[in-house]
């Protein structure tokens, strides 16, 4: 059986379609897939922040995280954003089990070196015995993107860093979820989709800003997981009707992620 970790931003979250979720059930009564989410929850977060008078500020797509900041981040991720894709999963007659990376130790986390960001973290160990055991009991896993240090202090993880640091500790494919097709580009005044990206690409034209804003963490991480074991990378759009099967099917959708010296044939 394989690993699928789905990262799913919380842009889409609200506007994914039920057969979204059926396709997910689909993959894990397949027999063939064992399917993790990890999602985010970035809108609902800056609003709640706003209600509360709370400022907020980004950095290179990662939110700036205070301890107030970090409070309301847990509050919304771990609470209403994780049991909703519960309820979701439950309603298209699946199972689901939500949990936080602070839950068991799952995501082991140590504070980034930019300390300009406050609590925000990086994932230095993943307990998959967790998932495992949630995957072999029958449930589909669904995780929030917290971490804690050994001293019990619990960081912001980036959805996209924290589906990535899953994927490599399984030897996953990882697919991100957004309600766009892929990573688009401007090149001499013409706007197109990269239907596949190398590394080296990636970084260039992160250097030359043309990959920018939310979607410079996600490619960031893709990176990192191709590096350290992740066996593919995609990013498709969910509110497309039967994306996720159609991937895992080996159809051509969004931008895959590939290692430099690799060569893809449709």
């Known amino acids: 059986m394989n690993y699928l970790v789905i990262k799913c931003g919380g842009s ?10 059926k396709d997910l059930v689909k993959l894990q009564e397949s027999g063939g897939w064992k399917p993790v989410i990890v999602h985010g929850g970035g809108p609902l977060i800056t609003s709640s922040l706003k209600k509360l008078g709370v400022e907020t500020a980004f950095v290179d797509g990662l939110r700036v995280t205070t301890e107030e900041v970090l409070n309301v981040v847990e509050m919304v991720l771990s609470g209403a954003v994780n049991k909703q894709i519960v309820g979701k ?12 990376g602070v839950d068991g130790d799952l995501l082991q ?9 406050g609590y925000v973290g990086e994932v230095v160990n993943v307990n998959t015995n967790w998932i495992d055991h949630i ?19 619990k960081y912001n ?3 996209d860093v924290a589906a990535s640091a899953i994927a490599k500790a399984l ?13 688009y580009i401007e090149e001499y005044g013409n706007t197109r989709i990269l239907t ?11 250097q030359e800003k043309k990959i920018t804003g939310g979607m410079i963490p996600k490619v960031l991480a893709a990176i990192d997981g191709l590096t350290h074991h ?37």
């Not at 999963?89 to 936080?100: K, T």
């Not at 986390?109 to 300009?116: R, T």
């Open 12 to 21: 889409v979250l609200d506007n994914l379609p039920v057969s979204f979720y």
């Open 89 to 100: 999963i439950s309603q298209a007659g699946g199972r689901a089990f939500g949990l936080s």
């Open 109 to 117: 986390a140590n504070a980034l070196a930019d300390k300009s960001l």
């Open 135 to 153: 995957l072999d009991q029958g449930f589909i896993p669904v995780v929030s993107p917290l971490g804690m240090d050994k001293s019990g202090q």
């Open 157 to 159: 993880i980036n959805g």
């Open 171 to 183: 030897n996953a494919k990882l697919c991100f979820v957004s309600d766009i097709a892929g990573i």
């Open 196 to 206: 596949e990206l190398k590394q080296s690409d990636a970084i260039q034209y992160i």
């Open 230 to 266: 992740v066996q593919e990378v995609v990013i498709l759009n969910g509110m497309e009707p039967n994306r996720l099967i159609d991937y895992i099917s080996g159809k051509a959708v969004g931008t895959k992620l590939i290692r430099d010296g690799e060569i893809h044939y449709a």
